[in-house]
């Protein structure tokens, strides 16, 4: 491998310059008692699964092979993290506050944690912090939608609106108006397709006029739909000219310029539009194509100087910091390897062993068989996967971490040893364990709440003047008003031009005209 070739001396950088003290010293206590807990519980959890006899008290061994393969993934996983402790080298101060949420499974649980998530946000907008210096990290883009939809729903009923950008919401893919536009791109090419005007009418009066209406109609009622719209199918269809004035003249058509946080995707999307016509080519049907190949990769360009919180999620986190990190829900499994993915297992039993390898689903049913040996290794590396998230996330964090999850499902009677956990629950677990032993290593009261240092106080600055502007309406570029007819008097005649430059620019035409005798 690579270390016999190159010999490389191998040297661990431990020191943490990011992060306040009480954050690095939270996440070192947390982080070790983590590992310790999820290598017993995937030990104990794989002794059930696979029958396996544990080591006695006397000899430290066990009574068949598979506990020797347990206790070797476990030793694997424990050495993983066998450097995780860090030297502080912050004096900033730092807070750490956890708490739990409602049960995943109770009504609106989602909705409670998202409560306390912006109130936390305007706690730090209280003590002077700015919403760019936040961060809402979650596991998946589905949760980040979560996250989202929250505060646009808070935003329609409050003054103090909560700016925020989403990886996900970036994407001109998922404005609603580029989304119209398309569609009606779709009906101008082929006015015959039934689905794509049904679509049409139902995002007009959800989208464009905030008015859903149910409405059914048979696939050859023809132009009947676009009377209901208001407008001539014929004004549409016999519009004719680029992709670009088509798409402007749609805007206009439809009034799609008063809705300001849709102008950008609107200017977005017409930006593609005229990189696909710098290929040459014209075609509505050829540009439709394109887009749908195209829609998941175009963005909105945004600064970063723009105040805005950051939902984001722990795979792109990664290598980045915030002055205050939110990590809600908390929800993806210690193992989470969907039980549909194919595992290539060695053959190593006689009369098993033609075929070299075999696929086979990956699931808990391996554990006791002939292939339990590749299904140990592949949940080891899930644990060790899905524990590398959880501390991204956590040490992502300059001066203040917050962690609401959902609370854990109480399990009671509990005959089965699972082999998996929810993240949520790991985390009460380990909390649990470190104040039921009474060290004090951390401050636990109460179960599933701690809160570690103090909350950082900011004296309020102005926020630095920039040259951004922004608009209201999106202005439409007719053709007529592209292309117009400008007279040479029109640059000396105006009442609002200079004079004395008004008499150079004279004199100087005067001279340019003079024609001499050579």
């Known amino acids: 491998g690579v270390e016999k070739d190159f010999n490389p001396d191998y040297k661990v950088l431990n020191s943490n310059w990011r992060s306040a003290a009480e954050v690095v010293y939270f996440n070192n206590i947390f982080f070790e008692r983590v590992v310790e807990y999820t290598v017993n519980f995937f030990k104990a959890g794989l002794d ?12 430290g061994e066990g009574r068949d092979g598979r506990d020797t ?25 730092g807070y750490v506050d956890i708490s739990f949420g409602p049960s995943k499974d109770e009504e609106d649980s989602d909705a409670a944690i998202m409560r306390e998530v912006i109130d936390i946000i305007g706690n730090i907008r209280n ?47 998922s ?29 007009y009066h959800s989208y464009v006029l905030k008015n859903p209406r149910p409405y059914y109609f048979r696939g050859d009622e023809g132009d009947i739909f676009f009377d209901m719209t208001g407008r001539r199918s014929e004004d549409l269809r016999m519009n004719a000219g680029s992709i670009f004035e088509r798409v402007e003249f749609i805007i206009d058509y439809y009034g799609l310029t008063d809705m300001p946080e849709e102008i950008p995707y609107i200017t977005g999307f017409q930006d593609a539009v005229l990189d696909f016509m710098s290929q040459g080519i014209n075609s509505v049907a050829f540009f439709l194509e394109w887009w ?19 939902i984001i999620t722990i795979h792109k986190s990664k290598g980045l910091e915030y002055a205050y990190v939110i990590m809600p829900f908390c929800s993806w499994e210690l193992d989470s390897a969907k039980h549909r993915s194919i595992l290539w297992c060695a053959n190593r039993e006689n009369g098993f062993d033609t075929l070299a390898y075999a696929p086979l689903y990956y699931s808990p049913d391996l554990a006791a068989t002939f292939f339990s040996d590749e299904y140990m290794a592949e949940h080891m590396r899930s644990y060790v996967d899905n524990l590398n ?62 809160t570690y240092g103090q909350p950082r106080v900011f004296e309020k600055k102005a926020e630095k ?21 400008r007279y040479s008097h029109s640059l000396y005649a105006s009442d609002k031009r200079d004079k004395a430059l008004d008499k150079g620019k004279v004199f100087h035409e005067v001279f340019r005209n003079i024609v001499t005798a050579e």
């Open 389 to 450: 998230l959880l501390y991204v996330g956590f040490t992502r964090a300059k001066y203040e971490l917050y962690v609401r999850p959902y609370a854990p499902k109480e399990r009671k009677n509990e005959k089965n040893i699972p082999l998996s956990l929810g993240v949520y629950e790991l985390i009460y677990r380990v909390l649990e364990d470190i104040r039921m032993r009474g060290e004090g290593v951390l401050p636990l009261s109460e179960p599933g709440i701690l």
């Open 69 to 93: 393969g347990i206790r070797a993934y476990a030793k694997m996983m424990a050495a993983a993290y066998s450097d995780i402790v860090q030297k502080t080298e912050s004096d900033e101060q």
């Open 292 to 310: 749908e190949e195209e829609k998941n990769k175009r963005l909105l360009s945004t600064s970063e100087d723009t105040d805005a919180v950051r």
């Open 127 to 173: 003590r002077g912090g700015r919403f760019r210096d936040t961060a809402v990290i979650v596991r998946t883009g589905k949760e980040g939608a979560v996250v989202a939809d929250a505060f646009m729903e808070y935003n329609k009923n409050s003054a103090d609106i909560i700016n925020f950008v989403s990886g996900d919401s970036l994407y001109l893919a």
């Open 465 to 485: 003047s920039t040259d951004f502007f922004r608009m209201d309406t999106y202005r439409v570029n007719t053709l007529r008003s592209l292309v117009k007819i």
């Open 48 to 59: 059930a699964a696979t029958g396996a006899t544990p080591p006695s008290s006397e000899t």
């Open 175 to 203: 404005s609603l108006y580029v989304s119209f536009i398309t569609e009606v791109l779709g009906y101008m090419e082929n006015p015959f397709d039934a689905v794509n005007k049904a679509a049409i009418y139902c995002h």
